[in-house]
Nanobody
Framework: QIQLVESGGGLVQAGGSLNLSCAAS????????VGWFRQAPGKEREFVAG???????????HYNESVEGRFTISRDNAQTTVFLQMTSLKPEDTGVYYC??????????????WGQGTQVTVSS
């Protein structure tokens, strides 16, 4: 069983950048699908970006169209951390960002592991 811890959130002006990290403890992200989600006040949680395992050392990336071209999801070589690089941030990107992991087929119907979340606030 792995534990997930997000970090890197904060307050940034519109147009700025933030880099989020999701660190795994008690295991690695090897062969896991990992997703980043966000939840804004009063709104449902939504998928932001994902990294799916496609066999051996192949991982595919997936993005919500609202962040395509601005956000990048990646993994470190040791498979201990998944990153979300966010650029050209907009006020509508504000929310609590969560990472989640699952070893099942992509996309997971239900993620097995979730982090506690990190707040991202983009001011206009």
């Amino acid at each position: 069983q792995i534990q997930l811890v997000e970090s890197g959130g904060g307050l940034v002006q519109a147009g700025g950048s933030l880099n989020l990290s999701c660190a795994a403890s008690g295991g690695t992200f090897n062969k896991y699908g990992v997703g980043w989600f966000r939840q804004a006040p009063g709104k449902e949680r939504e998928f932001v970006a994902g990294s799916s395992w496609r066999g051996r050392t192949t991982y595919y990336t997936h993005y919500n169209e609202s962040v395509e071209g601005r956000f990048t999801i990646s993994r470190d070589n040791a498979q201990t951390t998944v990153f979300l690089q966010m650029t050209s941030l907009k006020p509508e990107d504000t929310g609590v960002y969560y990472c989640a992991a699952d070893r099942g087929p992509w996309p997971p119907l239900k993620y097995d592991y979730w982090g506690q979340g990190t707040q991202v606030t983009v001011s206009s």
